[in-house]
T-cell receptor, first 115, second 111 residues
Framework: EAGVAQSPRYKIIEKRQSVAFWCNPI?????LYWYQQILGQGPKLLIQ????????DSQLPKDRFSAERLKGVDSTLKIQPAKLEDSAVYLC?????????????FGPGTRLTVT | QKEVEQDPGPLSVPEGAIVSLNCTYS??????FMWYRQYSRKGPELLMY????GNKEDGRFTAQVDKSSKYISLFIRDSQPSDSATYLC???????????FGKGNQVVVIP
């Protein structure tokens, strides 16, 4: 079974630029999560999708972050414009229906550096 | 006060030693207690989970939950260099979509 795929793996941008991350979840996983993990911190949930609908985006900074999951499979997370404090690893995770919330499979993440 | 506290200080131990990690929490509604392992440049992977109080053992790993003290622990026996990773505790409760993570402990097992 292929794992969660993310791209790019690394990205360096200047502040005020835009950036987008892509995630392909495990086949059949209806639930998809985006997390932000700042160095030395645990992951923080940004947004959760169930199929192509948003379940929880309460911690997403909506003035600059947006996410979509068209057709209920792949997802993209965008930051526009980026700030220095957005430097972090952005993790995508997916979960199968019927599994516990803790049974999430994480991708390798995209490491973003904002200069 | 953060929901989950985990002292992020790095931990270096010699191969074969017992590694002891712990987290405290403030939300008494938490029912599910998890430990994730995160290797460098990788995403977290679920190591163990426990429902409510008690102990759970899986090979060299033992997870303990003491709900009365709001304290959870992970023990790694006979530690190996391959155990070198960051260990994250996380918690949730039934019906909640969100995992509350600790900051993580970096563990280095020295051959």
């Amino acid at each position: 079974e292929a794992g969660v795929a993310q791209s790019p793996r690394y990205k360096i941008i200047e502040k005020r630029q835009s950036v987008a991350f892509w995630c392909n979840p495990i086949s059949g996983h209806a639930t998809l999560y985006w997390y932000q993990q700042i160095l030395g911190q645990g992951p923080k949930l940004l947004i959760q999708f169930q199929n192509n609908g948003v379940v929880d985006d309460s911690q997403l900074p909506k003035d600059r972050f947006s996410a979509e999951r068209l057709k209920g499979v792949d997802s993209t997370l965008k930051i526009q414009p980026a700030k220095l404090e957005d430097s972090a690893v952005y993790l995508c995770a997916s979960r199968s229906p019927g599994q516990g919330v803790f049974e999430q499979y994480f991708g390798p993440g995209t490491r973003l550096t904002v200069t | 006060q953060k929901e989950v506290e985990q002292d992020p200080g790095p931990l270096s131990v010699p191969e074969g030693a017992i590694v002891s990690l712990n987290c405290t929490y403030s939300n008494s509604a938490f029912q599910y207690f998890m430990w994730y392992r995160q290797y460098s440049r990788k995403g977290p992977e679920l190591l163990m989970y426990t429902y409510s109080s008690g102990n759970k053992e899986d090979g060299r790993f033992t997870a303990q939950v003491d709900k009365s003290s709001k304290y959870i622990s992970l023990f790694i026996r006979d530690s190996q260099p391959s155990d070198s990773a960051t260990y994250l505790c996380a918690m949730s409760f039934y019906g909640n979509n969100r995992l509350a993570f600790g900051k993580g402990n970096q563990v280095v097992v020295i051959p």
